[in-house]
């Protein structure tokens, strides 16, 4: 089994920046693919990110393309979003995923979710 825990959302204005993390419980996180995906009310799960274990290959949606960055350091076990030039459509939860299929974009082709963390971005 995996643990994931997210922390770093919060409030910022449109334009800001924001950095999620993700700490991952044992001892086999590279052999993770990672990934974030967002909720918003009354939206369906949306992909955002995905990461391979040795975080040499990335995988974003054109709607985060060029404003986040998702990286990895393997080291700490741990899994980071950076979100640049925030706008109001960003505002949703985000969660953390880990699982064993290549940087896929299907939220249930993951194994281990995080908790989620509310990211709200304002006009």
């Known amino acids: 089994q995996v643990q994931l825990v997210e922390s770093g959302g919060g409030l910022v204005q449109a334009g800001g920046s924001l950095r999620l993390s993700c700490a991952a419980s044992?001892?086999?996180?590279?052999?993770?693919?990672m990934g974030w995906f967002r909720q918003a009310p009354g939206k369906e799960r949306e992909f955002v990110a995905a990461i391979s274990g040795d975080g040499s290959s990335t995988r974003y949606p054109d709607s985060v393309k060029g404003r986040f960055t998702i990286s990895r350091d393997n080291a700490k076990n741990t899994m980071y979003l950076q979100m640049n030039s925030l706008k109001p459509e960003d505002t949703a939860v985000y969660y953390c995923?880990?699982?064993?299929?290549?940087?896929?974009?299907?939220?249930?082709?993951?194994?281990?979710w995080g908790q989620g963390t509310q990211v709200t971005v304002s006009s």
């Open positions: 995923a880990a699982g064993l299929i290549w940087l896929t974009r299907l939220w249930e082709e993951y194994s281990y």
């Open positions: 044992g001892r086999t996180f590279s052999r993770y693919n």
